[in-house]
């Protein structure tokens, strides 16, 4: 039996931290966090190709833009997951990359230049890459593997509130006070995520539960087991390319409605903000239905439909033109995306239980997934330049139905938690 199967195995066994349960305070604390990280992890966000666009960038520019910057991050991703689990300093891996996202995304606004804008962008997604690992792994060590994946519907529920919350600032912002609202909002957000990262009590982190490790049952230390297990993990495997598919097909959605829009409307914030919002209303119901989801093992069927909603989406955005389709076009978004946002770390949670290598698992699986991403941005850019918007909505839907090729097999190998 491997070491992975025998954590499996034990999975019943709490981590091997004497320690008591978080505070109130803590997980407060850790709602606060996920609430303000919604603006201040991503910087300017999906607000940023919208403002460009009405600076002359064009879609190959910025479909270019966002591979790179994809492409850097990406190459950092598995270091970052391995050095979460490694780590007793995870707090920190949140506090600076916030505050280097806000420095980068003020030097855009500034200059949004090509070369400004290319060199901050990468220098934030490297910053990006860091906050997941952390925030993923803080949460494990928090509340422990019996707990994790309703504590996991937690967080996306006040992180899509934090997007609904602050799309609405920013809408708010830009109308009365234009650039500088909106750069005052990211400063206000910043200091609070920081705020609430260094409330979170450092001695409520079990570090063995954070990265996946179960406990022996006399309660003494184990060796971590090789990363290496982790290349046998079939139902690992088949999920990162299933993800991968998913996402190529997925991610240039939001951001071709985006420009299409805001370059027909001029006004870049407004229009974005009530695009996002609405797929942030349809997330955060996902977030509150996943508890329910996970408590009752609908998980298989969850991730299924989720995936699902990809095709319909691109179908209904390439059967109509006008600005009404961002509606149900953006809600399928918000449930397919923000379910599998949730039920990702939790099946990878599963797959590697007892691995000592959780974050690192995680993180090579969101890499992959981030891959097919970065990859697809290029390639929309050259459908939508050569071929229109209508077309690349309905091409990039399709790829949906290759990932379910490989997440059924994925999610029939997942183990059921004792």
């Not at 991503?42 to 910057?69: C, E, N, R, S, V």
């Not at 509130?161 to 809408?171: D, M």
């Not at 830009?174 to 979170?200: C, D, Q």
């Not at 390319?241 to 997925?250: E, I």
């Amino acid at each position: 039996m491997s070491a992975v199967q025998a954590g499996r195995a034990g999975s019943q066994q709490p981590s091997g931290s004497t320690h008591a349960g978080p505070a109130a305070a803590t997980l407060w604390a850790l709602a606060l966090l996920n609430f303000f990280l919604a603006d201040a992890r991503d910087g300017l966000g999906p607000f940023l190709d919208a403002y460009l666009t009405t600076k002359g960038w064009q879609p190959i520019d910025l479909g270019m833009l966002a591979t790179i910057g994809g492409a850097i991050g990406l190459a950092a991703g598995v270091p970052a997951g391995a050095f979460a689990d490694r780590t007793r300093s995870k707090r920190m891996m949140i506090v600076l990359p916030v505050a280097l996202i806000t420095a980068m995304s003020f030097m855009c606004i500034a200059w949004p230049q090509k070369g400004v804008v290319f060199v901050t962008q990468a220098l934030a997604a490297l910053a990006g890459v860091l906050i997941a690992p952390a925030l993923t792994g803080i949460t494990l060590g928090l509340v422990g593997p019996k707990h994790f994946g309703r504590q996991l519907g937690k967080n996306e529920s006040w992180n899509h509130a934090g997007n609904v919350v602050l799309l609405g600032g920013t809408w708010a912002a830009s109308a009365w006070f234009g650039l500088p609202g909106v750069a005052g909002l990211m400063l206000i957000t910043t200091i609070a995520a920081i705020v609430a990262t260094l409330a979170i009590a450092p001695g409520s982190i079990d570090h063995a539960a954070a990265r996946g490790l179960a406990a022996a049952p006399d309660g003494a230390a184990q060796a971590t087991p090789s990363w290496r297990e982790l290349v046998s993990n079939r139902s690992l495997l088949l999920l990162s390319v299933a993800l991968l598919l998913f996402h190529f097909g997925n991610a240039p959605l939001a951001r071709l409605i985006a420009q299409q829009f805001a370059k027909q409307m001029q006004r870049p914030f407004e229009t974005t903000a009530v695009i996002t919002m609405v797929s942030q209303l349809a997330a955060l119901a996902a977030a509150l239905m996943a508890q329910r989801i996970i408590r009752r093992d609908w998980v298989r069927a969850a991730a299924v439909l989720a995936v699902l909603s990809l095709p319909i989406r691109g179908v209904l955005a390439w059967s109509f033109s006008d600005f009404a389709m961002i509606y149900p076009v953006q809600l399928l978004d918000g449930i397919g995306v923000g379910l599998l946002g949730i039920l990702t770390p939790f099946l990878v949670e599963r797959m590697t239980r007892g691995s000592g290598h959780f974050n690192m698992a995680l993180a090579t699986v969101m890499v992959v997934q981030g891959v097919g991403a970065a990859a697809s941005n290029v390639v929309a850019g050259f459908l939508v330049a050569h071929y229109g918007y209508a077309l690349t909505y309905l091409l990039h839907g399709s790829f949906a139905l290759l990932s379910l090729a490989a997440l059924l097999p994925a999610l029939a190998g997942a183990s059921k938690p004792g």
